[in-house]
């Protein structure tokens, strides 16, 4: 019975046709995706393609863009399909576009349809196109080599490190969108004609659209509450000196404190340990001085912060998680978010810095 089993086992064996696997050279790599709104169909899907070379010491690897208008985005790739000669591979698609008009409208179309497809990874990097995905995903700056490896590196903090970029990936952005208590953001990529592209803004979601932009300021200033340890650089004005201080560590964190009779107070507590960075004099710059320059910093930092949280209060967002945060401290359940949202009207917000600038730089 047994030799039996077996004899069958390898008739079967030998009438099975094997996986589905292609090789490499019968694959095009999708390294980046953008959807806009259409001008005639709901979607304008866009793909850029990285084309697999055979020798790795090619210093410039082959890139492609198509673009397919179609009422939903599974049909606008079907449609690709039939426009290129190989298999289209999601495996090292590492960022997503959404074009600006189309992120003023609503992503939760976009977001449900990407953490639903089985072969785009859940750390895919979301953005918001700016004027459009289309445009964003042209940019090819001189430095790179690997179709959209600048962007990627920029968006993923792998390259540089700049206080003015969010990372978000589309498992943080999943949570966030139905997360009671916390608003989504996404990082805004500016293309600046074919060659050059900036990304030093925040856009700020409720739970289906962008409401608010913050200016490459103002997104430094949600780093620093979001970040610790955010290396940049502030300004501390002294009498009529201007100077800038580098962060070498800084952290923050807020309570949330309410009582009976009042509003709720949101306190925030800020501290930054740095050095001078930039003097616009050439003033000797003492123990003194390096005091003075940490209580302009002081102030400085509290007033722009404070200015920041109002301005996110007022177009009713929460990007911190405050209510998140509350509810976590209130046991009832059932009437803890309504409590919340005839709360957050009357919010007051304190922010203290603690700014402590320990030495000059280099220069004694």
């Known amino acids: 019975m047994k030799k039996l089993l077996l004899y069958v086992g390898i008739m079967l064996?030998?009438?099975?046709?094997?996986?589905?696997?292609?090789?490499?050279?019968?694959?095009?790599?999708?390294?980046?995706?953008?959807?806009?709104?259409?001008?005639?169909?709901?979607?304008?899907?866009?793909?850029k393609l990285a084309i697999p070379q055979g020798e790795v010491t090619k210093i410039d690897e082959k890139m492609q863009i198509i673009t397919e208008e179609s009422h939903s985005i599974s049909e606008a790739l079907r449609l690709m399909k039939s426009r290129v000669e190989k298999e289209l591979d999601?495996?090292?698609?590492?960022?997503?576009?959404?074009?600006?008009?189309?992120?003023?409208?609503d992503i939760r179309h976009v977001l449900d349809w990407a953490?639903?497809?089985?072969?785009?990874?859940?750390?895919?990097?979301?953005?918001?196109?700016?004027?459009?995905?289309?445009?964003?995903?042209?940019?090819k700056p001189p430095s790179e080599r690997i179709p959209s490896n600048s962007l990627i590196m920029a968006m993923s903090g792998q390259g540089t490190e700049s206080p003015f970029?969010?990372?978000?990936?589309?498992?943080?952005?999943?949570?966030?969108?139905?997360?009671?208590?916390k608003d989504p953001i996404l990082p805004v990529?500016?293309?600046?004609?074919?060659?050059?592209?900036?990304?030093?803004?925040i856009a700020l979601l409720?739970?289906?659209?962008?409401?608010?932009?913050?200016?490459?300021?103002?997104?430094?200033?949600?780093?620093?509450?979001?970040?610790?340890?955010?290396?940049?650089?502030?300004?501390?004005?002294?009498?009529?000196?201007?100077?800038?201080?580098?962060?070498?560590?800084?952290?923050?964190?807020y309570k949330i404190i309410s009582s009976e009779p009042g509003a709720p107070v949101v306190r925030y507590k800020i501290k930054i340990n740095g050095i001078v960075e930039e003097n616009s004099t050439q003033e000797l710059i003492t123990h003194n001085l390096l005091e003075k320059i940490s209580d302009a910093?002081?102030?400085?930092?509290?007033?722009?912060?404070?200015?920041?949280?109002?301005?996110?209060?007022?177009?009713?967002l929460d990007p911190f998680g405050w209510g998140l945060r509350y509810g976590t401290r209130h046991w009832n359940n059932e009437t803890e978010a309504e409590d919340w949202a005839a709360l957050f009207p009357d919010l007051k917000l304190e922010v203290a810095a603690n700014v402590r600038i320990k030495y000059s730089g280099l220069i004694k």
């Open 13 to 47: 064996l030998c009438l099975t046709t094997g996986c589905e696997y292609k090789d490499i050279d019968r694959r095009i790599f999708v390294v980046a995706i953008g959807i806009d709104s259409g001008e005639e169909e709901d979607f304008r899907v866009s793909l």
């Open 90 to 105: 999601y495996v090292h698609c590492k960022s997503l576009i959404i074009g600006e008009g189309l992120a003023g409208r």
């Open 115 to 139: 953490v639903r497809r089985r072969d785009i990874q859940l750390i895919l990097n979301f953005a918001v196109g700016r004027p459009a995905a289309l445009d964003v995903l042209k940019v």
């Open 165 to 181: 970029i969010a990372s978000v990936y589309s498992y943080q952005l999943m949570r966030d969108v139905y997360e009671q208590g």
């Open 189 to 201: 990529i500016e293309a600046e004609g074919e060659t050059q592209f900036r990304i030093d803004k």
């Open 206 to 253: 409720d739970k289906q659209k962008v409401q608010l932009v913050l200016n490459p300021e103002e997104s430094r200033l949600f780093n620093l509450l979001t970040r610790p340890d955010l290396r940049t650089n502030f300004p501390a004005r002294v009498d009529e000196s201007e100077f800038q201080y580098y962060t070498e560590s800084s952290k923050s964190a």
């Open 297 to 316: 910093g002081e102030e400085a930092l509290e007033q722009s912060v404070e200015a920041l949280l109002e301005k996110i209060k007022e177009k009713r």
